[in-house]
């Protein structure tokens, strides 16, 4: 099993920066395939960001690419979330995730594919 909990998230301008970190309890982060989800008000869970166990590979929903970088650090058990020039639209609670997935398969777009949760951390972008 994996315990996760987030922190970093908080209140920021439109155009402005946060970064997001996801820290890992278990000796076996490394296995695990991380990802990100968001959700906003009155809205499903969705789908930001997946990175591999290597950290070889990533994914990004269209929504976030080009702006947000994810990536992993095995060493200290922990992910983390670049999020640039963020927009009101990206306001939402944000929740890291872990599995043991085949990243190849793809399974990490899909939320019911995701065995572990955070408890979220909230992420306001104001206009």
């Known amino acids: 099993q994996v315990q996760l909990v987030e922190s970093g998230g908080g209140l920021v301008q439109a155009g402005g920066s946060l970064r997001l970190s996801c820290a890992a309890s278990?000796?076996?982060?490394?296995?695990?395939?991380m990802g990100w989800f968001r959700q906003a008000p009155g809205k499903e869970r969705e789908f930001v960001a997946a990175?591999?166990?290597?950290?070889?590979?990533?994914s990004y929903a269209d929504s976030v690419k080009g702006r947000f970088t994810i990536s992993r650090d095995n060493a200290k058990n922990t992910v983390y979330l670049q999020m640039n020039s963020l927009k009101p639209e990206d306001t939402a609670v944000y929740y890291c995730?872990?599995?043991?997935?085949?990243?190849?398969?793809?399974?990490?777009?899909?939320?019911?594919?995701?065995?572990?949760w955070g408890q979220g951390i909230q992420v306001t972008v104001s206009s």
């Open positions: 990175i591999s166990w290597s950290g070889g590979s990533t």
């Open positions: 995730a872990a599995d043991l997935m085949a990243y190849s398969s793809s399974s990490h777009y899909y939320t019911g594919a995701w065995n572990y």
């Open positions: 278990g000796r076996t982060f490394s296995s695990y395939v």
